[in-house]
C-alpha cells in the first residue's frame, strides 16, 4: 500500500544491493523504487516508463538480463520470467479433484433399502437361515460395488481437458527468441505463434499477418475467426485481437503477449467450473434410488406391522401350527409369532429391488445404444426419464452444423412485363427489372439432392412431393438441365438466373471440396465456399462437370476479415458458346476472363454499376446500368434475407479483356487487385455487374422439429442455449418451433444474466503486470464489447418482461441490472479472487430464476452462462438435461442433471464429462432416450407393484391362514423358491415390456417424495389383490386338507395329548407320553395313531393308522411313505391297553402314558415305542398335499397376476407381447410340472403329487383372478389418466410446468400449467416497468 518515488537511474544501479531500494511492482512493469513519502504514483509510473524507452530507443541501454525490461515487444529476462513463474505458478491447468473409491462406496450405500436387507440378512442368520442371509449380504455388495465402479471410471474430464494445452512455445527472453516449456510461460511474455499451433495461453495480439484460428472450444461454433491488432470485429463472441489458450491456429502468423496463464485462462475458468463440487446438480443417488430408497422405508413399516400382526394373531389364535408350542403355553406362543413376524417381515423386505432396478437400467441402456445414446453413467437412464427441461445447443445438435444456401435472389433487365414468377408484388406492370426469388428443397447438408423452385411454386404439396419421391414438375433443376450443354436454355427469368447463380456459385469455390465416401458425404475448405460448392452440385456444376474455364491462381484475392470479400479471376473458353448454354450468361465482344467477386452486400453494394440483361433466351453480363432503384431494391431483398436470419452473401461478376487482366498483373497487392475489380472503367461497359444474392444459414435437421413437439407434448421444456447472434438464435427457434404453443417464450442475450455490463478481460493480478501496448489494447476491446452490450440490450432485454429491482445496490456497476441479493446460492456466486476477477458477475438467484423460467432462446452464450442456467432451473425444482460437443460445453454437462455430448464433432473433454453421447449427433435421439427412460420407469412401477401385490399377498394369505386355524398355504421352502422364480426371474422380463400409449404425452414426474407406487395403482391394484389373493388360497387349501385328512383347522389335523379326543371325532391324531415326577406330561414327537378320510373319485376312504414296533408281539403292519398315504396298517393285536393307560398330570389333564419297560422319566423317545414316522402318516402327508396345491396355486395366480400387470390399460391385444415374459414363464411352469411329478426334486421343496383335478383347480383359480383383475381396469385406467392429466382429451399435449422461484425474499407458490390453469407472463408485468429501458 506504500507509495514511492520512481529512481530513473536504476538501470545503472540494477546490481547495487540497496538497502533501502525496493522492488515495486506496477500495473506495467518492474522497476526499483526508493520508499519515501507517498506520492502519486500513475504520473511516476509515466515518466519512468517515458524515460526508458528513450534511453532503449537510442541505443545506449540493452535489455537487462537481471530485470524486465520497459520496451513493448522486447519480453521478459529471464530472472523476471523466474521471478513470476514462482508467483504465479506454472501455465497448468489444475485437473480437477476426483472422488475416492471409498466416497463413492458410501454415497452408493445411502439407500434405506440397503440397510433394510443387511438387516434381514442379520435377522435370517440368528434365526439359523445362513443361505439366506449370505444371498442377500451378496445381493447388497454386487449392486454397491457395481455402481461405483461405474460411477469411478466416468471421472477422466480433467486429464483430457489437460491434454488440449501446447507443450512448446517460441517466446523472447533476454530480448532474443526462445523455445520454452508452455508450463513457463508467465504474463507478460512475448509469444510467437503460428498456423498449426495450439495456443499454449491467452494472449494479445501485437503484430498479425492474417491470422485465423478456430475458437470451437470456447464458443461451440466451428467458424473461423480472423484475429487483428485492433478488435475491428465487433459481431465476434470474443475480441478479435485476443487469442485464447486451447484454440488452434488455422493459418496465418502472430507476434502476441501473454495477459493470463494456467487457471487465470478463458479455459481455467472452465477447469474451474468442472471441479466446482458444487456446480453438479446430481445427487449422490438419482432420482429413481431415492425412490427405492423412500419405498424401502413404506417397506420397513410394513414389516413392523407383519411382526406386530402375526405376534398379536399367533398369541390371541393360540395357533400352534408347525410350532413345538403347547396351545396352553403362551411364553412360548410369544416367541414363535414373534419369530413368524420377523420371517414374515424379512420376507416382505424388496431384497431385490436395487438389483432389479440396476438390471433395468442396464436393459434401458443398451435399448438407448440401439438407438445411437450411449450411456456413459447408468443413472442417465434415469435422469432422463425425470427431466423436465432440456437445455441444447444449436449447431450440429438441432441444426446439421452445415452452412447452406437456403435462398438466392437475382434481378435482370428485360422489356417484358414482369410475370408470377418472381412474386414481387411492388412491381409495376410497366418495371423493367425483373426480381426472381428462388429456394433450395430440401436442405439435406451436404447432400447434392437436386431441388430449387420459385419461391411461390413451393407449396406444401411440392414439399411432399419432393419428400416421397424427390421430383417435382416445378423444379427449376430437374433432369440436370443446368449442367448440360446441348440443351439450350430455359425460357423463363427463373431458370435463366438459377443457371447463372450455380454457374458462378461453382466459380467461386474452386478451393473446395465436395465427395463422397463410403455413401457419406464429406467437405474440406472454409465453409462458405462448402456452402456455395453443394449449391452449384444441386444444379449439376460438379468436378466432373466443369465450365471449361481456368482459375488465374495469380489474380486471386483471398478473403480477410477487414475486406470481407474474395475474388477469383477464370479464363473462359475460346468458344464462348458452350458456356453460354451451360452457364446462360452472354459477355461484351473481347471478353477474355470473368471476375466473380464475393463477399458481405454492404461491403461494395455501392461499388455495383451493372445489371443483366435477357436477351434471346440469354443472360447479357452488364448489359445495362444499375439504376439507383435497382440498388434499393437490391438493398431491399438483402434486408428480407437478413430478417430471416439468413447470412446474406453478395455475388457480382465482371467481364475483364486482357488489356484489363494485364492491368490486373501489374497490381502491387491482393487489394489493389480487388480495388481495380470494383472500379468502373468508364471508357468501357464492363463494370461490375450484380448477378444475385445467396441466402446461407445452418438448416436445422429434419427430424428436429417433430421431435420437439414431443417433448412439448411430453411437457418438456426446450431450451436453446447459443453463441450466435440473436436474429439467428431466434429464427432458428422460430423455425424448430422451440416455443410451446400455449405461450411464447422469450429470446435473451445472456449477458442479462450478468450484474453488471462491464466487461474484464483480464484478472486482477494479470492486469499489473502488462506492457501499456498490451493493456491499450485490451482496454479497446473492452470499449468495444460495452459498446456492442449497449446495441444490444437496446434491442433485446428483458427488462419489460420482469420485475428487477433497479436501485443500485452497494455491489451493482453503474445502476445496471437488478440488486444484488445477499443469498448466493448457486456456484455461479462465488467469491473471486485476484486470479478470477475477470469473470462474469451473475445476479441473483431469485433474479436469475425469473429470465431462466421464461427464456427459451439464449443467444451469445459463454461457457459460466450455460452453468448459471442449468443451475438456475435446477433451484426451481427441474431436471434439466443439457447438450454440447465443445469443450466449452464441459462445465455445464458437469453441472446438469444429464449431460449429453456428441459422438461425432464432441471433443473429448466433453464426452468425457457427459452421462450420455449421442452416436449421430442428433436431437432426436435424445427425445428417443427420454422416452427409453420413461419407459423404465414405468416397467419399474409395474416391478415394484406387482412385487409388492404379491410379497404382501403371501403375507395376507399366512395371516389368514393363521386367524382362521389353517395350516400354513406355504412353507419357508417354498418361499425361498417362489422368491427366485417369480419375485425375480419372471418379474425381471417387465423390463422389456414396451412403451403405453401414453408415455410421451404425461409431463415429468415429480422425483421429490416419489413412492413409485401411485394412488391409483395402490386403490385399484394393490388393494384389490390383496383382498382377493387370500381367500382364493385359503379356500383351496381348506378345500384340499378337507378332502386328504377329512378335517380343515389345523389343531385338528396337528392331533392331541388329550384321551379320548380322537374317539369322539374331535381330531386327526391321538399323542402318548410318560410323566415325570413333577407330574408334567412329557409328549412323544409324533404320534401313535391317526384316522383319516380321505375324498377319492367322489368316495370316501378312511385311513386307520397305528404306529409299529417290530419287537414285542405287536400285529402292526409296518408301512412305508407311500403305503402310509393309501393304506391302513390295522389296529394293534391287543388294542391299546397292554401299552398305553389312562394318566392324569398336574393340570388335571387325562392322557395316555406307556406301561412298557422301555418307557424313559425323561421323556426321551424309546426305540420300541411303536408310534408313527415324524413326517409321514396321513395327517402330515395329507396336509403336504394340501399345501402342494396351494402352493401350485399361489404360483399360478402370480403368474396371471404379473400377465395383467404388463399393462396399464386392458392387456388382450398385447396379450402374447415380450417374448422375454414368455420364456421365463414357461421355464417356471415348466420347473413346477417337474417339481410335482419328480420325487427328488419334491422332496427339497416340500411338494407332492398333484392329479389332474387339481391342476385344473388351481388354473381355474388362476384365470378368475386374472379376469377379475382386468375387469378391475375399467376403474383403474381413467383413475391413472386423472393423474396423469389424461382424463379430458387423451390427445391433449401435456403440460409444461413451470417452477416459480423465489423471487426478492418473499415466496411465490410453485404455478403449473395444468389444463383449467396456464402461466402467462402478462400476467406478471409490472406496469411501472412495462417501459423501462436500459441504460
Same mark, same amino acid.
Given at each position: 500500500s506504500s507509495r514511492c518515488f520512481t529512481c530513473s537511474l536504476h538501470i545503472a544501479w540494477a546490481h547495487i544491493p540497496w538497502p533501502f531500494f525496493k522492488t515495486q511492482q506496477t500495473k506495467n512493469s518492474e522497476a526499483y523504487c526508493l520508499r519515501l513519502k507517498p506520492t502519486n504514483w500513475r504520473k511516476w509510473h509515466q515518466v519512468v516508463m517515458s524515460v526508458a524507452s528513450i534511453a532503449a530507443s537510442s541505443g545506449n541501454v540493452a535489455p537487462t538480463s537481471n530485470f524486465g525490461t520497459f520496451v513493448p515487444g522486447e519480453g521478459l529476462s529471464s530472472f523476471e520470467a523466474r521471478r513470476r513463474l514462482q508467483e504465479d505458478g506454472p501455465n497448468a491447468l489444475t485437473p480437477p479433484g476426483r472422488k475416492g473409491v471409498l466416497e463413492i462406496l458410501l454415497a452408493q450405500s445411502q439407500s434405506f433399502i440397503f440397510a433394510m436387507t443387511l438387516l434381514a440378512a442379520l435377522l435370517s442368520y440368528q434365526l439359523g437361515e445362513h443361505r439366506k442371509a449370505s444371498i442377500l449380504c451378496g445381493l447388497v455388495t454386487f449392486v454397491i460395488v457395481a455402481n461405483t465402479l461405474g460411477e469411478y471410471s466416468g471421472q477422466d474430464a480433467g486429464a483430457e481437458l489437460a491434454k488440449m494445452s501446447s507443450s512448446k512455445a517460441r517466446v523472447l527472453r533476454d530480448g532474443e527468441e526462445a523455445t520454452v516449456d508452455a508450463e513457463e510461460l508467465v504474463v507478460g511474455d512475448v509469444v510467437f505463434v503460428k498456423a498449426g499451433e495450439i495456443i499454449p495461453a491467452d494472449l494479445v495480439v501485437l503484430e498479425t499477418a492474417e491470422l485465423r484460428v478456430v475458437e470451437a472450444v470456447l464458443t461451440g461454433e466451428a467458424a473461423e475467426q480472423t484475429k487483428s491488432v485492433d478488435p475491428v470485429d465487433k459481431e465476434a463472441t470474443f475480441p478479435s485481437n485476443m487469442l485464447y489458450s486451447g484454440t488452434s491456429i488455422v493459418a496465418g502468423a502472430a507476434k502476441t503477449e501473454v495477459i493470463a496463464t494456467g487457471m487465470r485462462t478463458q479455459i481455467g475458468l472452465i477447469a474451474k467450473r468442472m471441479s466446482s463440487p458444487a456446480a453438479s446438480t446430481k445427487g449422490a443417488l438419482s432420482p429413481i434410488h431415492r425412490s427405492v430408497s423412500t419405498f424401502g422405508q413404506f417397506s420397513a413399516g410394513l414389516g413392523l406391522m407383519a411382526i406386530l400382526s402375526l405376534t398379536t394373531l399367533v398369541t390371541l389364535t393360540r395357533y400352534t401350527g408347525g410350532s413345538p408350542c403347547d396351545a396352553e403355553d403362551t411364553k412360548c406362543l410369544l416367541l414363535s409369532g414373534s419369530t413368524r413376524g420377523l420371517i414374515a417381515a424379512v420376507a416382505l423386505i424388496p431384497h431385490g429391488m436395487p438389483l432389479v432396478t440396476t438390471i433395468m437400467l442396464r436393459v434401458a441402456a443398451a435399448a438407448m445404444r440401439k438407438r445411437n445414446a450411449v450411456t456413459m453413467r447408468i443413472t442417465a437412464v434415469d435422469y432422463l426419464a425425470a427431466t423436465s427441461v432440456i437445455c441444447t445447443d444449436k449447431t450440429g445438435t438441432l441444426t446439421q452444423g452445415r452452412?447452406?444456401?437456403?435462398?438466392?435472389? #437475382?434481378?435482370?433487365?428485360?422489356?417484358?412485363?414482369?410475370? $408470377?414468377?418472381?412474386?414481387?408484388?411492388? @412491381?409495376?406492370?410497366?418495371s423493367s427489372c425483373r426480381c426472381s426469388k428462388l429456394s433450395f428443397y430440401p436442405l439435406q447438408g451436404l447432400e447434392p439432392t437436386r431441388g430449387l423452385f420459385s419461391e411461390v411454386d413451393l407449396t406444401a404439396d411440392v414439399k411432399a412431393a419432393m419428400d416421397k419421391t424427390g421430383q417435382s414438375p416445378s423444379n427449376l433443376l430437374r433432369n440436370n438441365e443446368s449442367a448440360d450443354s446441348s440443351r439450350g436454355p430455359p425460357a423463363d427469368v427463373d431458370g435463366l438466373l438459377a443457371r447463372a447463380h450455380l454457374a458462378c456459385g461453382h466459380l467461386a469455390s474452386t478451393e473446395a471440396r465436395v465427395w463422397q465416401d463410403d455413401g457419406i458425404w464429406t467437405s474440406e475448405g472454409s465453409l462458405t465456399e462448402v456452402a456455395l460448392k453443394v449449391a452449384a452440385m444441386k444444379g449439376g456444376f460438379s468436378e466432373e462437370n466443369k465450365l471449361q474455364t481456368e482459375l488465374e491462381t495469380s489474380l486471386s484475392v483471398p478473403f480477410s476479415s477487414a475486406r470481407k470479400m474474395s475474388a477469383s479471376v477464370h479464363r473462359l473458353p475460346e468458344d464462348l458458346s458452350g458456356f453460354a448454354r451451360a452457364a446462360g450468361l452472354v459477355f461484351p465482344q473481347g471478353t477474355t476472363h470473368l471476375a466473380v467477386v464475393v463477399g458481405a452486400p454492404d461491403k461494395f453494394t455501392s461499388k455495383l454499376a451493372r445489371m443483366l440483361k435477357v436477351t434471346d433466351g440469354s443472360l447479357l453480363v452488364s448489359a445495362e446500368p444499375l439504376s439507383d432503384s435497382d440498388r434499393g431494391r437490391i438493398e431491399k431483398a438483402n434486408r428480407e434475407i437478413a430478417k430471416c436470419a439468413l447470412r446474406s452473401l453478395l455475388s457480382a461478376v465482371k467481364p475483364l479483356s486482357e488489356p484489363q487482366v494485364k492491368q490486373l498483373l501489374t497490381a502491387a497487392s491482393a487489394d489493389a487487385r480487388l480495388d481495380s475489380l470494383l472500379t468502373e472503367d468508364s471508357s468501357t461497359d464492363r463494370g461490375l455487374c450484380f448477378l444475385s444474392l445467396w441466402g446461407i444459414f445452418d438448416p436445422p435437421r429434419a427430424a428436429v422439429p417433430q421431435s420437439i413437439q414431443d417433448c412439448h407434448a411430453a411437457g418438456i421444456r426446450v431450451v436453446m442455449i447459443t453463441g450466435d447472434q440473436v436474429a439467428t438464435a431466434e429464427a432458428i427457434g422460430d423455425l424448430i418451433g422451440i416455443h410451446p404453443p400455449t405461450s411464447r417464450g422469450a429470446v435473451a442475450l445472456c449477458s442479462e444474466l450478468h450484474q453488471g455490463m462491464t466487461p474484464h478481460l483480464v484478472s486482477q493480478s494479470s492486469e499489473r503486470r502488462l506492457s501499456r501496448r498490451a493493456s491499450q489494447s485490451i482496454e479497446k476491446a473492452e470499449q468495444v464489447m460495452m459498446q456492442e452490450e449497449l446495441k444490444r440490450r437496446t434491442r433485446f432485454t428483458l427488462a419489460d418482461q420482469m420485475h428487477f429491482v433497479?436501485?443500485? #445496490? +452497494?455491489?451493482?456497476?453503474? #445502476? @445496471?441490472?437488478g440488486a444484488r441479493s445477499s443469498n448466493r446460492r448457486l456456484s455461479v456466486h462465488d467469491d473471486r479472487g485476484k486470479n478470477d476477477s475477470h469473470e462474469a458477475e451473475y445476479r441473483s438467484p431469485e433474479d436469475l430464476a425469473q429470465m431462466t423460467a421464461m427464456v427459451n432462446v439464449w443467444a451469445r452464450a459463454q461457457p459460466t452462462d450455460k452453468v448459471a442456467i442449468v443451475e438456475s432451473l435446477a433451484s426451481q425444482g427441474h431436471i434439466a438435461a443439457m447438450t454440447g460437443d465443445g469443450v466449452n460445453d464441459a462445465p455445464a454437462l458437469t453441472a446438469a442433471s444429464v449431460g449429453v455430448s456428441m459422438g461425432i464433432t464432441g471433443t473429448a473433454v466433453a464426452q468425457k464429462s457427459a452421462d450420455l453421447v449421442l452416436m449421430d449427433d442428433n436431437f432426436s435421439s435424445i427425445v428417443e432416450a427420454v422416452k427409453e427412460g420413461r419407459i423404465i420407469y414405468s416397467n419399474m412401477q409395474k416391478y415394484v407393484t406387482a412385487n409388492m401385490m404379491i410379497k404382501v399377498g403371501e403375507f395376507a394369505c399366512i395371516a389368514t391362514a393363521i386367524a382362521a386355524g389353517l395350516p400354513l398355504p406355504i412353507t419357508p421352502v417354498q418361499q425361498m423358491y417362489n422368491l427366485l422364480t417369480i419375485h425375480i426371474a419372471l418379474l425381471m422380463t417387465l423390463a422389456f415390456e414396451p412403451a403405453?400409449?401414453?408415455?410421451?404425452?404425461? +409431463? +415429468? $414426474? %415429480?422425483? %421429490?417424495?416419489? *413412492?413409485?407406487?401411485? %394412488?391409483? *395403482?395402490?386403490?385399484? $391394484?394393490?388393494l384389490p389383490h390383496i383382498c382377493l389373493f387370500p381367500p382364493v388360497i385359503c379356500g383351496i387349501l381348506a378345500f384340499g386338507v378337507h378332502r386328504n385328512v377329512g378335517f380343515v383347522f389345523s389343531r385338528q389335523i396337528q392331533g392331541s395329548t388329550v384321551a379320548g379326543e380322537l374317539d369322539s371325532g374331535h381330531t386327526a391324531c391321538e399323542f402318548a407320553g410318560v410323566l415325570s415326577p413333577d407330574k408334567n406330561f412329557i409328549v412323544d414327537p409324533a404320534p401313535f395313531h391317526c384316522a383319516c378320510t380321505a375324498y377319492r373319485e367322489g368316495n370316501s376312504q378312511v385311513l386307520d393308522q397305528w404306529g409299529h414296533e417290530s419287537a414285542g408281539g405287536l400285529a402292526g403292519v409296518q408301512l412305508d411313505n407311500e403305503s402310509l398315504w393309501t393304506q391302513t396298517s390295522g389296529p394293534w393285536k391287543d388294542g391299546r391297553d397292554p401299552l398305553l393307560s389312562h394318566c392324569t398330570d398336574a393340570k388335571g389333564a387325562e392322557h395316555y402314558c406307556w406301561q412298557s419297560a422301555g418307557n424313559a422319566t425323561d421323556g426321551a423317545q424309546s426305540p420300541t415305542r411303536p408310534i408313527l414316522p415324524t413326517t409321514a402318516s396321513c395327517a402330515t402327508r395329507g396336509t403336504r398335499r394340501s399345501q402342494a396345491l396351494s402352493f401350485v396355486t399361489v404360483q399360478v395366480c402370480e403368474i396371471a397376476v404379473i400377465l395383467t400387470m404388463r399393462r396399464h390399460s386392458l392387456g388382450f391385444p398385447h396379450f402374447f407381447g415380450n417374448a422375454s415374459f414368455w420364456f421365463v414363464a414357461s421355464i417356471v411352469v415348466g420347473l413346477l410340472a417337474l417339481a410335482i411329478k419328480w420325487q427328488p426334486l419334491a422332496a427339497p421343496l416340500d411338494l407332492d403329487e398333484l392329479n389332474t383335478a387339481d391342476l385344473w383347480m388351481s388354473l381355474v383359480c388362476g384365470f378368475c383372478l386374472m379376469a377379475i383383475m382386468e375387469v378391475l381396469k375399467f376403474r383403474f385406467t381413467p383413475a391413472l389418466h386423472r393423474e396423469l392429466g389424461l382424463d379430458k382429451d387423451p390427445e391433449k399435449p401435456a403440460p409444461i410446468r413451470s417452477r416459480a422461484p423465489s423471487v426478492h425474499g418473499h415466496r411465490q407458490e410453485a404455478i403449473e400449467e395444468s389444463d383449467s390453469e396456464e402461466w402467462d407472463g402478462e400476467d406478471r408485468e409490472d406496469p411501472d416497468h412495462h417501459n423501462a429501458k436500459t441504460e
Open positions: 452452412m447452406t444456401v437456403q435462398r438466392l435472389v #437475382g434481378f435482370a433487365k428485360t422489356s417484358e412485363s414482369p410475370s $408470377r414468377t418472381s412474386g414481387d408484388s411492388n @412491381q409495376s406492370a410497366s433497479r436501485d443500485a #445496490g +452497494p455491489n451493482s456497476d453503474s #445502476g @445496471q441490472g403405453e400409449d401414453y408415455i410421451m404425452r404425461v +409431463p +415429468p $414426474r %415429480k422425483t %421429490k417424495g416419489d *413412492m413409485i407406487i401411485t %394412488k391409483s *395403482m395402490f386403490f385399484w $391394484r394393490w
